[in-house]
């Protein structure tokens, strides 16, 4: 199940939230019973062999940094 994190604009307190992706836009109170919450983005962390093709290193040719920007 997704965990979304959430602001509280009242105290001030960071919390995260588990509910389903269908719920995720619906408001969440803070811990401390504080009603005035905002969503927060979260960044997501990928790794792996992502964009490698054929087995070639993810940095074989084309894109920045493999090679093809000069950079």
Known sequence: MPRYEFRCRSCGDTFEVNRPM???A???ACPQGHADTVKLLSAVAVTGRGGAVGGAPA???GGCCGG???C
Request: glycine share 16%; proline share 8%; net charge negative.
């Open 59 to 61: 940095s074989a040719g």
């Open 68 to 70: 093809a920007c000069g």
């Open 22 to 24: 269908a719920a995720a």
């Open 26 to 28: 619906d408001p969440a």
